[in-house]
């Protein structure tokens, strides 16, 4: 954590590595073999970091032991199919940004996100409303 790291990559294999603390990072990508480099990976925490797009955290689908992923405070959350995307793309993920995976959300998400690429959902789509366990706006004065 506080570190100046920019992309999540590049690790030597680490086949025991099951948990990765990098709050406060600039972190706004994960590289394409990071599922290779780390596949134990169970806990992510990625709070406070530089993430702006979906498609930067695909690679994570193919970490098949990703259990819990933390992006809170990055800007990829304010987009309207945020939690959806990454529901559907990583199976195994049971907690998002502290907030337990239910099924009724994973099978939305299922449908949403279609296993064979199908969807036509607006990935870069800002939400209208705060995304899913955003604090809410500050009171009227």
Known sequence: ????????GNFAPAKRLCCLLLHNNKVAAVDADLPG?????????????????LPALAPLAGCAKLTTLSLIDNPVRRL???????????PS???????????????????????????????AKVAAAPAHGAPPPPPPR
């Not at 954590?1 to 999540?8: P, T, V």
């Open 93 to 123: 993920l049971k907690v998002l940004d502290f907030t337990k995976v239910k099924a009724a959300e994973r099978k939305a998400a299922a449908e949403l996100f279609p296993e064979d690429g199908s969807s036509t959902a607006d990935l």
């Open 1 to 8: 954590s506080d570190n100046e790291i920019k992309r999540l």
């Open 80 to 90: 309207e199919h945020y939690r959806s995307y990454l529901i559907a793309k990583i």
């Open 37 to 53: 480099q780390l596949p134990a990976l169970e806990t992510l925490m990625l709070t406070s970091n530089n993430v702006v797009d």
